[in-house]
């Protein structure tokens, strides 16, 4: 009987390196996705990433495209020029909760709101990962962190920010979603989203947002099991899965 080859590794996933991720990470996840599509379009050598600043920019590592370092939170502004620039290539920026909606807030908003034609991938683990810990803007009501010991405090801190439900006011988005990695079926629905983010920017259709909730089971101070019932029992009742904004 012939064998069949069902799982292998992706051609734009960089060889011969070995991940920094801590065990539960969602970050491998996310870029094994978005090799997987690059890969199936074909699109290697006309890709363009924006790496930030936070665990996320470790990404040059792992996927082997183009890239341009971009200051903290400004991925959005340097992934402008680039498109603008180059409006052929396929052009994406992938930021972490703090980068995006703290420092990088009024980058992502006014990308959303001109309809920019890039995608942007937003990967929310309700924490600052790198800097060991802090609350982010995601941090859910209740949650520890490094700056709240005692759990996030609306009424010192506000609440989570919902960057899909308040990006999909806008007018220009043409594609928004968030979506999930704590199991399997939520990593194909991922699969999914970024195909048509990537699709809808070949098709010149507008600024493409997906929402990726991740985990981080260090700074949750939670094993990687746990970390994933966690995002399921907590993160998805505050941030449910689902699509906000579609131009079809």
Avoid at 89 to 94: D, P
Wanted: with cysteine.
């Amino acid at each position: 009987m012939a064998e069949t080859k069902v799982y292998s590794r992706p051609e734009t996933w960089t060889k011969g390196i070995h991940t920094h991720y801590c065990p539960g990470c969602g970050h491998g996840i996310a870029h094994r996705m978005i090799c997987e599509v690059i890969d199936e379009m074909g699109i290697q050598e006309e890709t363009v990433s924006m790496s930030p600043v936070g665990c996320a920019a470790m990404m040059y590592d792992y996927i082997d495209i183009d890239y341009v370092e971009a200051a903290h939170g400004r991925a959005p502004a340097t992934a402008t020029g680039i498109k603008r620039v180059l409006p052929d290539k396929f052009v994406f920026t992938y930021q972490g909760d703090g980068d995006l909606a703290s420092i990088g807030m009024a980058e992502i908003v006014h990308a959303a709101n001109r309809g920019e034609k890039f995608c942007t991938f937003f990967i929310n683990n309700a924490i600052y990962g790198m800097t060991g810990g802090q609350m982010a803007p995601t941090t859910l009501i209740g949650q520890k962190a490094t700056t709240c010991p005692q759990g996030r405090d609306p009424e010192l801190a506000g609440f989570p920010m919902r960057m899909c439900e308040m990006l999909a006011t806008l007018e220009t988005p043409a594609y928004i979603e968030r979506v999930s990695l704590s199991k399997p079926k939520y990593i194909m629905q991922a699969k999914k989203a970024f195909q048509k983010a990537f699709n809808y920017q070949k098709e010149g259709r507008g600024f493409c947002f997906i929402e990726v909730l991740s985990t981080c089971p260090t700074n949750w101070g939670m094993n990687p099991v746990e970390a994933f019932e966690w995002q399921i029992e907590k993160m998805i009742p505050y941030y449910p899965l689902g699509v906000f904004k579609d131009f079809e």
